[in-house]
């Protein structure tokens, strides 16, 4: 079965740290990608997504994303993260053919002040 | 205005009581989805509908019903609620079948 994965569970940075959360996908067909962040007690919110073309996207609030087919790989990033940025991080995966979204698991973050 | 909207933000119900929850969406989109997310923010889709029609209908018991009166409205009615039920219950929609979603606030269902 297609399966997304986020091997991260909780990252705990530093304000001003880089930040990258991976996200891995299990298809070897067509694929759209998205990351969504749930900031505590909201709805999910898209950040960012990548259909087709350049495979360096980039999203709101400073993040982007990396797609590397040949890894099956969307990884999220940020030079520098704030105190807002908490929340929680989803990557979730459209393959073609399917209409179905498929999210992973999470990635909890918390920026400390 | 809010893109997507869910009525009521909380609901707190007895086992065995049948409840609805209420969606609606401004943005003209074809496709609205519900999602259930757990206690530990696993995300998981239950029904899919592209223009009133069910495309996607996951794993899930037949307590639960969506309709679609029209393209703007995904309602969800669940029938003899479980302890098992208490969710967080997401609406979202998008402009097309495969495009980005956007999320409603959710509802907080609690069984007690």
């Known amino acids: 079965a297609q399966s997304v994965s986020q091997h991260n569970h909780h990252v705990i940075l530093s304000e001003a740290a880089s930040l990258e959360l991976g996200c891995n996908y299990s298809?070897?067909?067509?694929?759209?990608l998205f990351w969504y962040v749930q900031y505590p007690g909201q709805h999910l919110q898209l950040l960012l997504k990548?259909?087709?073309?350049?495979?360096l996207v980039k999203g709101i609030k400073g993040f982007e994303a990396e797609f590397i087919k040949s890894k099956f790989s969307f990884n999220l990033r940020k030079p520098s993260v704030q105190w807002s940025d908490t929340a929680e991080y989803f990557c979730?995966?459209?393959?073609?053919?399917?209409?179905?979204?498929?999210f992973g698991t999470g990635t909890r973050l918390k920026v400390l002040a | 205005d809010t893109a997507v909207s869910q009525t009521p933000k909380y609901l707190v119900t007895q086992m065995g009581n049948d409840k609805s929850i209420k969606c609606e969406q401004n943005?003209?989109?074809?496709?609205m989805y519900w999602y259930k997310q757990d206690s530990k923010k696993f995300l998981k889709i239950m029904f899919s509908?592209?223009?009133?029609?069910?495309?996607i209908n996951e794993t899930v018991p037949n307590r639960f019903s969506p309709k679609s009166p029209d393209k703007a409205h995904l309602n969800l009615h669940i029938n003899s609620l479980e302890l098992g039920d208490s969710a967080v219950y997401f609406c979202?929609?998008?402009?097309?079948?495969?495009?980005?979603?956007?999320f409603g606030q959710g509802t907080r269902l609690t069984v007690v």
């Open positions: 979202a929609s998008s402009p097309a079948l495969t495009g980005a979603a956007f």
């Open positions: 979730a995966v459209i393959i073609s053919g399917t209409y179905k979204y498929i």
């Open positions: 509908y592209n223009n009133k029609e069910l495309i």
């Open positions: 298809y070897g067909g067509t694929v759209n």
């Open positions: 990548y259909f087709s073309g350049d495979p």
């Open positions: 943005l003209g989109h074809d496709t």
